[in-house]
């Protein structure tokens, strides 16, 4: 049982390059979220799923885009990366979307944008 | 809206010493639900703790302990006879059942414990 991973761990991409960020659970989860980390601000919610097929909007969506073609894998894109989307992103999955259930995160994707 | 408030962004502790990370949040939901995650310097996330809000018994694990307080609005974390280990970004949440955001992370507080 891997839990939550995320590929890759480290990237440094250059203003205007587009990567993705492949996240991947074997919990079964239904629901997956994706977060970013800066310095002294904790973590902010940049998109989420709440199954197959289905994605919404978070506090930060401006700028990424995201996927969920498979209930195992949460896609986060940057089409046209900025320097400010420097920056750890986190995955995470839970088993619904109530709010007693524990999100579980990924090691994190650490990405610099130069 | 729901928010969540670490005010001490940093703590530095000599081994042994207990210490007491504050969390403050605010909600407007009767139900809602608080969460503490880790943070090591490897950087992953770890879960510690759920709590509901209608379940206010203190918790203990160990050597950490939670206080939750309605009253105040907190939801209060403290290590006894802290450990080099314990060095980590604590981070307290909060979930609404009603809130359309799933989980709000407060900023966190860096502890370092010196031996």
């Known amino acids: 049982n891997a839990g939550v991973t995320q590929t890759p761990k480290f990237r440094v991409l250059k203003t205007g390059q587009s990567m993705t960020l492949l996240c991947a659970q074997d919990?079964?989860?239904?629901?997956m979220y994706w977060y970013r980390q800066d310095p002294g601000m904790g973590l902010r919610l940049i998109h989420y799923?709440?199954?197959?097929?289905?994605?919404a909007k978070g506090e930060v969506p401006d700028g990424y885009n995201v996927s969920r073609l498979k209930k195992q894998n949460f896609l986060l894109g940057l089409e046209s990366a900025a320097p400010s989307q420097t920056s750890v992103y986190f995955c995470?999955?839970?088993?619904?979307?109530?709010?007693?259930?524990?999100?579980?995160f990924g090691p994190g994707t650490r990405l610099l944008v130069l | 809206a729901q928010k969540v408030t670490q005010a001490q962004t940093e703590i530095s502790v000599v081994e042994k010493e207990d210490v007491t990370l504050d969390c403050v949040y605010e909600?407007?939901?009767?139900?809602?639900?608080l969460f503490w995650y880790k943070q090591p310097p490897s950087g992953e996330l770890v879960f510690l703790i759920r709590?509901?809000?209608?379940?206010?018994q203190n918790e203990i694990s160990g050597r950490y302990s939670w206080n939750f307080q309605k009253s105040t609005s907190s939801f209060n974390f403290t290590i006894t006879a802290s450990q080099v280990v314990d060095s980590a970004v604590y981070f307290c949440?909060?979930?609404?059942?009603?809130?359309?955001?799933?989980?709000?992370f407060g900023k966190g507080t860096r502890l370092s414990v010196i031996a």
């Open positions: 709590r509901n809000s209608f379940d206010e």
């Open positions: 909600t407007r939901d009767t139900t809602y639900y």
């Open positions: 799923s709440v199954g197959e097929g289905t994605t």
């Open positions: 919990m079964n989860h239904e629901y």
């Open positions: 949440a909060l979930s609404e059942n009603s809130g359309n955001t799933p989980l709000v």
């Open positions: 995470a999955s839970s088993y619904s979307f109530s709010a007693r259930e524990t999100q579980y």
